[in-house]
T-cell receptor, first 111, second 114 residues
Framework: GQQLNQSPQSMFIQEGEDVSMNCTSS?????WLWYKQDPGEGPVLLIA?????ELTSNGRLTAQFGITRKDSFLNISASIPSDVGIYFC???????????FGQGTRLTINP | GAGVSQSPSNKVTEKGKDVELRCDPI?????LYWYRQSLGQGLEFLIY????????KSGLPSDRFSAERTGGSVSTLTIQRTQQEDSAVYLC????????????FGSGTQLSVL
């Protein structure tokens, strides 16, 4: 099936640092989304991207839909303790309803 | 309801038993999805409903897995003759069903097969 390669798998950073993670695929996606999952909860949508080249911000979060439609990145600026969690990228193929998810990036922040 | 509701939140069962997991989607959402998340892994698609029909059930891992949806609302995922490798968090999501509509997830059912 379709696969998204997400990296890094884990990050250990200091509070206040910026964070960058990305997803790549061999397939062309129509939509890219970024979700965050806290322990014991389902993923929550952070940012949705619908056009190649689109750059979208949500507070300290910025994400881009790659121009080739095969990749996306998420940046978090000035990290704070509540940013801790697992971040997932997800892509949607043209005409498909289901989302394909990356393996996740586990973010740990040292105060 | 205000969000996607799943029950039970935790289920411990013995190998070989059948289990039923329930999902109540957001009111008015026509599309409903089941995903499985194994420990430390990403989300694995299982099945998608549009209304009461399942146009995509390609992710169901074996014939021990089945799902149904009634009244365009509640869905039940059934796992027969559970195996230890079925242990995972089973997540349900719903959306308005239009292209590009956002998926909203429930908190999941943690299934442990002993």
């Amino acid at each position: 099936g379709q696969q998204l390669n997400q990296s890094p798998q884990s990050m250990f950073i200091q509070e206040g640092e910026d964070v960058s993670m990305n997803c790549t695929s061999s397939s062309i996606f129509n939509t890219w989304l970024w979700y965050k999952q806290d322990p014991g909860e389902g993923p929550v949508l952070l940012i949705a991207l619908y056009k190649a080249g689109e750059l979208t911000s949500n507070g300290r979060l910025t994400a881009q839909f790659g121009i080739t439609r095969k990749d996306s990145f998420l940046n978090i600026s000035a990290s704070i303790p509540s940013d801790v969690g697992i971040y997932f990228c997800a892509g949607q193929l043209r005409g498909a309803q289901k989302l394909v998810f990356g393996q996740g990036t586990r973010l740990t922040i040292n105060p | 309801g205000a969000g996607v509701s799943q029950s039970p939140s935790n289920k411990v069962t013995e190998k070989g038993k059948d289990v039923e997991l329930r999902c109540d989607p957001i009111s008015g959402h026509t599309a409903l999805y089941w995903y499985r998340q194994s420990l430390g892994q990403g989300l694995e698609f299982l099945i998608y409903f549009q209304g009461n029909s399942a146009p995509d059930k390609s992710g169901l891992p074996s014939d021990r897995f089945s799902a149904e949806r009634t009244g365009g609302s509640v869905s039940t995922l059934t796992i027969q003759r559970t195996q230890q490798e079925d242990s995972a968090v089973y997540l349900c999501a719903s959306s308005l069903g239009e292209p590009r509509e956002k998926l909203f997830f429930g908190s999941g059912t943690q299934l442990s097969v002993l």
